[in-house]
C-alpha cells in the first residue's frame, strides 16, 4: 500500500499480458481500482484500441469483416500503439501509472503464429522498436483446460485451437528473448481473488522499485 500523497516524480508502466480468457480485462480493472484506491493515479488502456480510425480497420479484420494481407495487418496493430505512443509518455512524466491490456509481445506472437514465412517473430518485433518499454510486465499463464472452462471460442479471428497453441509456444520465445525486461509469469487458473492478490503483490513492487526520477526505457532490438 502507499500513503496518500507521497509519491512524486513519474508513474510506471505496468503490461498485463496473456492467452484468450486468462483474465487480463478482468485483472486490469481489479488493478485499476486497486491502484486509485491505494491514492495513486492510473490509466487503463487496451490494444487494439478500436476508438480511433486504425483501431476500427483492425476491429473490422478481427471480426472477420475484411481481409488484410498479414503484414498489413501487422503494422496497424503496431501503428495503433504509436498513435498512443506519446500520450502515454506523457501520462507517466506527469506521475501517472499506466495498465496496458496487451502491448507489443502479444503483436508480435499472434502475427509470428500465423506461420506466414514471410513472417517470422524477429520481422514482427521490428515495429515495436523504440515504444516506450513497460517497467513490468504481468503474463497471465493459463493451460487450454482451464481457459475451456470460461466458456468456447468467441467468434472473431484468431480464437482457435492452433492458432492458441502456436501463441503460447510463441510468448515463451519471446519472453526468453527480452534481455534487462522485467516479465514475470502469474498462473491465471486460480480463482479471480487469488491471481488479484499476486498481481497487486507484484505491481506494489514494482512500483515502489520504479526510481521516480528516472525515464521511461524503450523497446529494443533482440
Ligand atoms: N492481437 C493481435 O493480433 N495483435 C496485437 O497487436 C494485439 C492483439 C494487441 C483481440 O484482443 C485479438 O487481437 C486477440 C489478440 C489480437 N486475439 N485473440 N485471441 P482483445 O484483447 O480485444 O481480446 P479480448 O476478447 O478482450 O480478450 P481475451 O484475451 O479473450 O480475454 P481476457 O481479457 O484475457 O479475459 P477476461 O475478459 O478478463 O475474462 C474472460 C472470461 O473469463 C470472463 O467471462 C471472465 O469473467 C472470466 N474470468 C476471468 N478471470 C477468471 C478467473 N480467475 N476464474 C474464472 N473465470 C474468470
Ligand atoms: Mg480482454
Redesign the pocket.
Known sequence: MFAKGTRRGRGALIVVE????????????YLRNFLEESGLSVKYI???D?TTSIGRL?DGY?RGQSQLDDHS??LL??A??WELAKSIEADIANGINVII????Y???V??AAKANPSLSLEWAWTPEIGLPQPDLCLF?SISPEEAA???GF?G????NET??SR?RDLFKTLFDLQRGSDIRTVD?????E??SQDVSNIVTECIARVDPASSLGKLTSF
Open positions: 496473456g492467452l484468450d480468457r486468462a483474465g487480463k480485462s478482468s485483472q486490469c480493472e487496451r490494444f487494439p478500436r483492425i478481427l495487418i501487422h496493430f503496431s495503433n500503439r491490456d496487451r502491448y507489443s502479444s503483436g508480435a499472434y502475427s497471465l472452462k470460461r466458456g468467441g472473431e479471428r484468431y480464437e492458432m492458441q501463441v491465471a487458473g486460480r480463482s479471480l487469488e491471481v
